[in-house]
């Protein structure tokens, strides 16, 4: 088979739904359930329907498009991600295996391929944290990890609830329908940037994923005393962002001390109350990302957060609360679907080899429903999460194409 015509096609609707953004291209930022998000999404759905698959959404907004396989009666072959981005973001994070995703069913499909079992390109709702604190809010709820209760609880910046932003979105029905039955994918592929600099460093086309990180985020607030920065002097000042340096660095040093290059931690937002240059912060907000492939190890060091939390608030006097808002365990990819894109890419020409993600996808979180691989394809310098993140042509016709190859093999 020869799934690798030219995808100029796929690079146009790539650039096409980089410009479906709240900020100025070329930086993305698109936040579950936003105004971009929304027409995002409508964007892709047509480009779905276009190409004959049947389109269908779950009340949390995880949308279905089906390729009809010959026997119905079998569960399906899964593939895709996720189309949200986080502030100040790129162009591939997700979308490399969402429009890809639909790209190879395209190719199959102009091929004259007919699937046994269904294809079925799966775009999950909201997996980056930036609504509503948790990653991955959307396979969570279908691998019947987070509860709809627990669903409904959540709030965003605003105070607004899944509930509300879901229905403004058009998302009605029962959250509890939105699990699925463990086996509803016979197997699950997601194809996705590496978001790391291994590959393009190896000169390697393509990664085959063993593992995924254990991703864990925990929430600190830091309670100090307010006052005067020129009327109160130093002694007896409870100066909670003095307090969240110390233990911004007791996390970096936690992380860089494991013994492990594979565990990292990492402060992404910090919150300054009242945030005016004169007055002595008497509240910070924190959120913190700990990660590792090996989950003890990773416990560790949130262990070794919450000792901080209470060594620095009893020399300071001051108050913390913690709480952890995930700490998931690690995912073991699928052997025999490693097996199959490796023969995959061997076929197709292209060099690949073994790795572990280090990022976290809706993939950690299918793998407790179904058997889940992840393919990775190089990204420029490692570099994601940024407006100059870049997949060239090249790379990812490279995913395409063997990506195409799997589904065609796992769906006969
Ligand atoms: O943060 C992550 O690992 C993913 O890109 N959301
Ligand atoms: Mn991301
Ligand atoms: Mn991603």
New binding site residues.
Partial sequence: MRPDRPIDGLMAELQALAQISEAEPPVVTRVVFSEADRRARAYVKGLCAAAGLTVQEDPAGNTFARWQGTDPTLAPIGTGSHIDA?PNAGSY??VVGVLGGLEAIRVLRQMGFAPRRSIELVIFTA???TRFGI??LGSRMMAGVLSPEKAQALRDKEDRTLDELRAQAGFAGPLESVALPPGRFHKFIELHIE?GPELEREGIDLGLVTHIAA?ASVKILIEGEGGHAGGKLMPGRKDALAAAAELILALESAAKSTGAIDTVGTVGVCEVFPGAVNSIPSRVRLET?I?DIDRQRRDGVIRSLFDACQEIALRRSIDFKADVVNSDPPAQCDEETLAVMEKAAAEAGKSSQRLVS????DSLFVARIAPVAMLFIPCRGGV??RPDEYASPGWIGSGVNVLARTLAVLAS
């Fill in positions: 986080i994070d997700g997996e980056e944290p990653g991955c978001q991703p990302d990660r280090r990022a976290y996808h994601s999460h």
